[in-house]
């Protein structure tokens, strides 16, 4: 690819100048600051209607809104980002109801206007958290079509640029798109022209290129070669072009929740928070788990018993499979599955092997196995073959969210990074599940689960739950 660039003098004297803002910037703002007043309408005409007093449909939307912006729900940084979106709306939801008694103690003294703006907290966040997670939708669905998305630009050596890439193709839709790259090693050039993506040039370069093409953000991953003083210069050159300057962590696959910056002596350092995995912290976790799990073992009771009836009508043998696997802290249990193979699956595994999917790792994966049933191939589609293992969540060898249960025989093979996995109990539903499951490499499917060990949290849970829908509907990786 051939660009023209321009070597026109930057004036420092006049300032910054405007940040080139993202397409949908401020659109997507002002469409929440709407939604976010509609929202305060209808909680209050809710509360209306159940108190009758008007006083609070006059004072909540300009309350909530205040809020809202109080704890920076329309800031640039947060647009967009979902988890950290809803996080900011529960916290206003949790102020509302202190503002208001703070207000009635020092101003008002009106008990019916606090009763009723302490109520309205609940249908506030109630209504609010979809109506955001509606707008967050439209919006992805905007960047998948490629619409409103900023240009990026990627500099860094060669290799961690490959992996940046790979994660972003694989993280769905989102508000970067990688316009081109300037390489430390240009050398390597060729491994990046391999993906489809143009080399502009080196580290040197980038003036040229940012003034050249219309770039809204620099991306630098880290390189030997850009030591401070580099880094300073590049932030300066991204300040001058009004582009938005991103540096790309040493440590990946670490949610923003466990970043703080915490200065010391002047100087800004990134505090990465320790990851939650104490039993006190996953209590709520556990508590959550086994009463989801055991109503929706009596909701489903009638469905799984005619799947467990069709399965034996099937092909001879027990309607449920049983196989040892292995839980947190390496401890052996039982799973549960309805079964999908012929009786002889495990004695036909080694004539196999040729055409295991997953050969860049430990795992087991025909696509067309031959040992399925013909009810089993629906089963392992739909993934209604993994019902059963709701009896495990129930009993507390399971999690509804974790990562994949495990084989004996594959956690004999694993490294100490990867038996890390074991630190959290296995679940029914993972970010491996929802990612591609048997279509992922071995290595993506690990460094998934790693991931969610260290960042885990309740509202991830939440989110994968939600994202699991949609990946058994599309049955992507499911054989």
């Given at each position: ?6 070597h026109?003098?930057?004036d ?7 940040a080139r ?7 997507y ?5 709407v ?5 305060a ?20 939307p ?6 809202m ?7 640039r ?10 996080r900011?709306?529960?916290?206003g ?11 009635y ?27 955001r ?9 905007r ?14 050596p060669a ?16 508000e ?11 050398e ?8 489809g ?6 580290v040197?370069?980038?003036n ?11 991306v630098v ?24 300057f ?5 440590l ?5 929740a466990r ?14 928070e ?11 976790k ?6 989801l ?14 799947i ?7 092909s001879?043998?027990p ?9 947190r ?14 009786p ?11 055409l ?10 025909v ?44 956690v ?10 074991l ?18 490499p071995?290595?993506d ?8 060990v ?6 991830l ?5 939600l994202?699991?829908g949609?990946?058994v ?6 054989y």
């Amino acid at each position: 690819m051939t660009i023209e660039v321009t070597h026109e003098p930057i004036d420092v004297e006049r300032g910054r100048p405007e940040a080139r803002r993202r397409p949908w910037d401020c659109k997507y703002r002002t469409v929440l600051l709407v939604a976010d007043g509609l929202v305060a309408v209808v909680a209050a005409l809710l509360i209306h209607g159940a108190y009758g007093r008007w006083a609070v449909a006059l004072v909540l939307p300009p309350t909530w809104i205040a809020i809202m912006c109080a704890h920076r729900s329309y800031d640039r940084g947060a647009l967009g980002l979902g988890t950290e979106e809803y996080r900011r709306v529960l916290r206003g939801a949790v102020a509302l109801p202190a503002l208001s008694a703070a207000v009635y103690w020092l101003f008002t003294q009106d008990a019916d206007l606090l009763h009723d703006m302490i109520m309205a907290a609940v249908p506030v966040v109630g209504i609010g958290l979809p109506v955001r997670y509606a707008l967050r939708r439209r919006l992805h669905r905007r960047w998948a079509r490629g619409r409103g998305r900023s240009p990026a630009l990627l500099v860094g050596p060669a290799r961690d640029v490959l992996e940046l890439v790979g994660v972003l193709r694989r993280g769905g839709a989102q508000e970067l798109q990688v316009a081109g790259v300037c390489l430390s090693d240009p050398e390597n050039a060729a491994q990046i022209r391999g993906t489809g993506l143009p080399v502009l040039g080196g580290v040197d370069d980038l003036n040229d290129v940012v003034g050249a093409l219309s770039i809204g953000t620099v991306v630098v991953l880290p390189a030997p070669g850009l030591d401070a003083s580099v880094l300073r210069r590049m932030s300066w050159t991204a300040a001058a072009r009004g582009v938005d300057f991103l540096l790309v962590p040493m440590l990946g696959d670490i949610s923003a929740a466990r970043l703080a910056i915490r200065p010391a002596g002047g100087v800004p350092l990134i505090r990465i928070e320790a990851p939650s995995l104490s039993r006190a912290a996953r209590l709520p976790k556990e508590l959550v788990d086994r009463s989801l799990a055991a109503a929706l073992l009596l909701l489903l009771a009638v469905p799984l018993l005619v799947i467990a009836f069709v399965v034996r009508l099937d092909s001879p043998g027990p309607a449920l499979f049983r196989q040892q696997r292995v839980g947190r802290y390496g401890d052996h249990f039982t799973m549960f599955k309805f079964r999908t193979m012929r009786p002889d699956s495990e004695a036909l595994r080694a004539e196999l092997v040729h055409l295991n999917q997953n050969s860049d790792g430990l795992l087991f994966k025909v696509r067309e196995d031959p040992r399925i049933t013909r009810v089993g191939s629906f089963l392992r589609r739909s993934s209604l073959d993994e019902l059963p293992q709701l009896l495990n969540v129930v009993r507390g060898h399971m999690s509804l969210v974790g990562p994949r249960p495990s084989l004996p025989a594959e956690v004999e093979e694993y490294t100490p990074d990867i038996k890390r996995r074991l630190l959290v109990k296995p679940g029914l539903t993972g970010l491996w599940q929802v990612s591609g499951r048997s279509d992922l490499p071995w290595d993506d499917a690990v460094r998934l689960d790693l991931g969610y060990v260290d960042n885990w949290s309740m509202s991830l849970d939440l989110t994968i739950l939600l994202r699991t829908g949609s990946a058994v509907v599309r049955g992507t990786g499911a054989y």
